[in-house]
């Protein structure tokens, strides 16, 4: 039966080639939508475990938190170290990891923090070990394949945080790890100690404080007489407390700027939700399009089969037979349809993927098959069937002696 | 064998067909002759279990064919009724072979080889995997009249099986039919209008609207 309803299939080329299309085209978008949805969520979430609060510049929060616990967006500018200093010893945080952003090395971050940003994420070293000098860096491991560096190579960083900026001639980063990968925000930055990327901006180059150990915890020591600064706080809460008053304390009574990770990503997936049902709205109408042509497809052929419907009845298939034969007929094109919607949706999220792999985008896979992509085919079936009812009851009710008459 | 008796048959409110009664044993050939009009088909339609007749019955090898009803009358005729066409109507999304085995599939029976056979003493097993479209209009009737004995049928009944071929071509038809009938010992009924094959069958029916 599947046999000669593909071959009935077959016998229009064009007409089942441009119902399969029409049907991908709309699975493919909602496909592409459930990837990015599912894995952007659990991407976000990930990243953002552990930190409970962000401290910056004032400036929008979404900003902050996405600059400074994504690394998508560029920094709301820097804070004095001396003021994140009393901060830190409020008695609602529990411990505050330091960030330094300001450089690049191609387009990777990289990032002056202490080891418990290693251990905040869960980090464990491929290769080598953490830095313990200003300019040692670990590499994620993302960045040390696109880079091509391993433990020993050298390189020289460039001030911004996009590619196309100036390079820092005099200070070579040397290399002395590269973590295993993760999964998280880690895998594509160059990490090193805030004393680097303090050292790397000073107009003069004393030697002296090259050769000393940095702060390995905690927040780093001036040690001179510069004034110094950090872009961000990662702050972690004490006490349920700290959730309510210590992002009103520092809103209120500093000239810094408190956001919430958690509350901010809510905010940014409400504001994506409106595109994102507006996208789907768009797919779903495709689909429903997409279900007409094949109604359309299969009505008008059996208009054109009525005799050979007739036949087969006059031959010995039954009523039954028939009416599977067309239902079989819309479930093989809407198969094909659903089929090759995951494969364009796969291959879609696979070339955003491809380039935007320093963005948003990364860390998002195309080789991952979820189990609401089951439903795709299931929703996709049961529109071949529906558009398939009524051109195979006609089928079913088919006049044999009628037909064969005229 | 097939037999009819007491058959009336009425389209809407027309003057209804009477249907002479008739037998046919197995191996017999009987032609049926009529004008326009005069009920050939709609008698063909009555023993193919295609149209039940208002009154009178058809027995099929003592079966009475209108007492069965749906599933059970479509495998019956598969299985034993082969019905040749006044055109061949074969499937043209399928190969010679796939239209020839397409009966035997309705009624779950596998091929056993017995489409290479029909195909072979019908003399178009070269065209087994050719497309509808390379034959010309003699093999088609042939790979139509194949379709109908494939289910090694009881009864075979053709409709006009001759009009659309030429004179050589309905000769060969004829005859194939003729043969096939006596050695499935199956009853044959040819309707027809064709004078040319008159002569190749000597049982004749002639049907009038009034009746024979």
């Known amino acids: 039966m599947l046999k000669l309803s593909w071959s009935y299939l077959m016998a229009k080329p064009w007409n089942t080639g441009l119902n399969i299309l029409l049907l991908a085209l709309g699975l493919s978008i909602i496909t592409v939508l459930i990837l990015i949805q599912d894995q952007f969520e659990n991407k976000m979430n990930r990243d953002a475990s552990g930190i409970d609060l962000v401290i910056g510049a004032k400036g929008s929060p979404l900003q902050l938190v996405l600059s400074s616990v994504y690394h998508i967006d560029f920094p709301t500018g820097n804070i004095p170290l001396e003021e994140a200093g009393k901060l830190s010893k409020n008695r609602l945080i529990k411990n505050t990891i330091p960030l330094g952003l300001g ?3 191609q387009g990777y971050r990289i990032v002056g923090t202490n080891h418990d940003y290693l251990e905040l994420y869960g980090a464990e070293f491929e290769t080598g070990e953490a830095w313990r000098l200003p300019f040692e860096v670990v590499l994620g491991q993302v960045a040390a394949q696109k880079l091509d560096l391993k433990v020993g190579d050298t390189f020289v960083g460039s001030h911004g945080i996009a590619s196309a900026s100036h390079e820092h001639d005099e200070h070579p980063y040397v290399v002395v790890g590269v973590l295993e990968a993760r999964g998280n925000v880690v895998d594509q930055l160059i990490l090193t100690s805030v004393e680097s990327v303090w050292l790397s901006h000073d107009e003069e180059h004393d030697h002296d404080k090259m050769e000393q150990e940095v702060s390995k915890t905690g927040l ?37 700027q408190a956001a919430s990770p958690s509350f901010e990503i809510s905010r940014l997936f409400e504001l994506l939700g409106v595109g994102i049902s507006l996208i789907q709205g768009l797919a779903l109408v495709i689909v429903s399009i997409a279900a007409l042509g094949i109604f359309i497809a299969l009505y008008n052929s059996l208009k054109e089969r009525k005799y050979h419907l007739a036949v087969m009845r006059a031959i010995g298939a039954s009523r039954g037979q028939l009416f599977v034969l067309i239902v079989m007929e819309g479930l093989l094109l809407t198969f094909m349809g659903a089929v090759s919607g ?29 189990s609401s992509e089951w439903w795709i085919l299931g929703y996709a079936l049961a529109v071949g069937i529906i558009a398939s009812l009524i051109p195979a009851w006609n089928a079913y009710r088919t006049d044999i002696a009628t037909q064969l008459t005229k | 064998m097939i037999a009819a008796t007491s058959i009336q048959f009425a389209y809407n409110k027309e003057q209804p067909f009477f249907i002479p009664d008739f037998e046919i044993k197995g191996g017999e050939a009987v032609l049926v002759l009529g004008k326009s009009g005069s009920g050939k088909t709609t008698l063909l339609n009555i023993l193919g279990g295609l149209l039940a007749p208002q009154q009178g019955e058809v027995r099929i090898n003592g079966i009475s064919l209108y007492s069965m009803k749906g599933n059970t009358l479509d495998k019956f005729r598969g299985k034993n009724i082969g019905i040749v066409f006044q055109k061949p109507h074969i499937l043209s999304p399928l190969t010679v072979e796939e239209n020839v085995a397409l009966p035997r599939f309705f009624v779950n029976k596998p091929s056993d080889g017995m489409v290479d056979r029909i195909l072979s003493e019908l003399g178009i097993f070269d065209k087994k995997n050719a497309g509808i479209h390379t034959l010309s209009e003699g093999e088609a ?30 000769k060969i038809v004829v005859n194939l039919l003729k043969e096939q009938a006596k050695k499935l010992n199956a009853s044959l009924l040819i309707v027809t209008h064709d004078q040319r094959i008159k002569d190749e069958i000597e049982t004749r029916i002639t049907l009038t609207r009034k009746g024979l």
């Open chain 1, 103 to 105: 450089d690049n090395y």
């Open chain 1, 220 to 256: 780093p020591e001036a040690r001179d007489e510069e004034a110094r600064e950090l872009t961000t706080l990662l702050v972690q809460y004490r006490n349920p407390i700290a959730a309510v008053q210590l992002p009103r304390f520092v809103n209120s009574r500093t000239a810094l």
């Open chain 1, 342 to 370: 995951l494969l364009i949706g796969h291959f879609f999220l696979l070339v955003l993927v491809m380039v935007n792999e320093q963005g948003l985008m990364s860390g998002l896979t195309a080789f991952v098959f979820l």
């Open chain 2, 141 to 170: 009737q042939r790979v139509s009249i194949a379709r109908a004995l494939v289910n090694e049928p009881k009864i075979i009944l053709a409709d006009e099986p001759t009009a659309s071929l030429d004179d050589e071509n309905a």
